[in-house]
């Protein structure tokens, strides 16, 4: 079946460091790919997406390019901010319309 | 900007005791799912619901779940006879559109079964 393996967190960074958060998947087929983000207290927000190999889905700044070669979909962001606090989900929809998630990476930004 | 909406926030229940979890999809939009997410663990999908019926559901999804879009607006994720490994944070979302298109999450209830 399908599968997300993120990386463990919780990530702490300085305010303005590069962010990295690895995803890697496994599924059959050509699954679209998703990043959410949970913030404290509230509901999974769409980040960003990409559903075709070489696809780059961007927004707020964060980036995250599907590639197939090496089946990841890591999320990139130049200089976090504090209020990137939050913690981000990789996912992907398969041939059923059904999200399969990853565990979730933590990432807390400090000044 | 539309949103999804999901009552209660919090909701306790006894062991045993029925609970029933409503949301709101936005307007437009034509699938609808439930997932759940235990305290630490991933996000799961239950259920998902299209035309007025199921389109697929989890291992999860066993007969004490039922779903029920009973008037235009409303979703609603049924528990029978709650067990204390039903305590998570249930999820509503809804998209207007099958397939791979993206899904829009509510903010979740958080079920407390004691």
């Known amino acids: 079946g399908n599968s997300v393996t993120q990386m463990e967190g919780p990530v702490t960074l300085s305010e303005e460091a590069f962010l990295t958060i690895n995803c890697t998947y496994t599924a059959t087929g050509y699954p679209s790919l998703f990043w959410y983000v949970q913030y404290p207290g509230e509901g999974l927000q769409l980040l960003l997406k990409a559903t075709k190999a070489d696809d780059k889905g961007s927004n707020k700044g964060f980036e995250a390019t599907y590639r197939k070669e090496t089946t990841s979909f890591h999320l990139e962001k130049g200089s976090v901010q504090v209020s990137d606090s939050a913690v981000y989900f990789c996912a992907l929809i398969g041939t059923a319309s059904k999200l399969t998630f990853g565990t979730g990476t933590r990432l807390q930004v400090t000044l | 900007e539309p949103e999804v909406t999901q009552t209660p926030s919090h909701q306790v229940t006894q062991m045993g005791q029925e609970v029933i979890l409503r949301c709101v999809p936005i307007s437009n939009h034509l699938y609808f799912y439930w997932y759940r997410q235990i305290l630490g663990q991933k996000v799961e999908f239950l259920v998902s619901f299209y035309n007025n019926e199921i389109s697929e559901k989890s291992e999860i999804f066993d007969d004490q779940f039922s779903v029920e879009r009973p008037d235009g607006s409303n979703f609603t994720l049924k528990i029978r006879s709650t067990k204390l490994e039903d305590s998570a944070m249930y999820f509503c979302?809804?998209?207007?559109?099958?397939?791979?298109?993206?899904?829009?999450f509510g903010p979740g209830t958080r079920l407390t079964v004691t």
């Open positions: 979302a809804s998209s207007p559109q099958g397939g791979s298109y993206e899904q829009y």
